[in-house]
């Protein structure tokens, strides 16, 4: 049988104003369009509890004890990777059989969910203090400083495929704790490679890299597409730019290189790909691109060219902002 809907407190009294006023229950249903029977219950709460409001409700009593709640809530704090799976044979054990469903909205209503687990860069103490120093170096620097940097980085586009998560019990805003994380670092491969760079004012140049890097075809990539894109942008004078700590960067004929072409570059702290705002701008392009469910590497290197031209200034210019 279908549930009925709810009559509203301003019904519930007209009812009982009727009922005083001397008319009969059939009488009240038909000129407020209720059933009879429901008219009769309004009036026997009325008499019974002088109210028509709704009464507190018992409902079903928990599956799960007070001292049950507390121990998977303790086991999650521990290990928030323990599966529902887990929880249900830790009660069990103990004497109470319940669904992983359960498990769930319990857990929900003590301020836990299961999210997936974010991927961070796998951090060393030195790695640490490097980041430390460097937030601590340019916590005053105002808005227009970095503006006026060019962000560049490589990244790899997979054509399918998606990379491995696991879940993790967590409470809002842990998403970053060490607990909740899935730490990770750089390596090569990759479907498609792509360099590409970015300002305040758009997107730079997108270029595929065909072969394995070098520090020799590195230094051609920045020749060939780094000072044709500040013009693009233009960027102010004294521009700076930015790159992470991969050997190629920093090796001594790269470094030479930059300042015989009298680069102002960004000191940058090692292990820090999360702190690059290219990497959310990484991250918009390919979900523009798995949008349209490239069937090729072709067809994949074209659609990221075609995304990656689109991308909206504004969208750059808000990932500078919150550097």
């Not at 491969?189 to 997107?203: E, Q, R, T, V």
């Not at 067809?299 to 990932?319: D, Q, R, Y």
Request: glycine share 6%; aromatic share 6%.
């Amino acid at each position: 049988m279908a549930k009925t809907k709810e009559l509203s407190k301003d019904t519930r009294n007209k009812i009982e104003d009727l009922h005083q006023a001397g008319k009969t229950e059939s009488a009240i249903g038909k000129q407020l369009g209720v059933k009879k029977s429901t008219v009769g219950a309004i009036i026997r709460k009325w008499k019974t509890y002088k109210t028509t409001d709704n009464l507190p409700r018992s409902g079903a009593p928990r599956k799960i004890s007070p001292r049950g709640v507390k121990m998977i809530t303790r086991t999650v704090s521990k290990n928030p990777r323990t599966t529902r799976g887990d929880l249900v044979n830790d009660l069990q054990r103990a004497g109470t059989k319940v669904t992983k469903a359960t498990i769930s909205n319990t857990l929900r209503r003590q301020g836990l969910k299961s999210c997936s687990a974010r991927r961070v860069p796998l951090l060393k103490p030195v790695h640490v203090r490097a980041r430390l120093k460097f937030a601590r170096e340019h916590l005053d620097d105002p808005e227009e400083d970095w503006e006026n940097v060019i962000w560049t980085d490589e990244t790899k586009i997979e054509l399918f495929g998606k990379n491995s998560t696991c879940c993790v019990w967590r409470r809002k805003n842990a998403e970053l704790h060490p607990k909740n994380t899935i730490p990770t670092v750089k390596h090569g491969g990759g479907n498609i490679m792509l360099w590409g760079c970015f300002s305040a004012k758009g997107p730079g140049r997108l270029i595929r890299v065909k072969e394995r890097m070098n520090g020799a075809m590195y230094r051609e990539i920045l020749s060939k597409n780094i000072l044709p894109s500040a013009r693009a942008l233009k960027m102010k004078r004294g521009w700076v730019f930015q790159h992470d700590n991969d050997p190629k960067h920093t090796a001594r004929a790269t470094k030479e290189w930059l300042r015989k072409k009298h680069f102002k570059v960004l000191e940058w702290p090692s292990q820090s790909p999360d702190l690059n705002p290219i990497e959310n701008l990484w991250r918009e392009l390919k979900i523009r691109v798995a949008q349209r469910q490239p069937q090729n590497i072709t067809a994949l290197e074209e659609i990221c060219m075609e995304e990656w031209a689109k991308l909206p200034a504004t969208v750059c210019k808000n990932l500078t902002e919150n550097v």
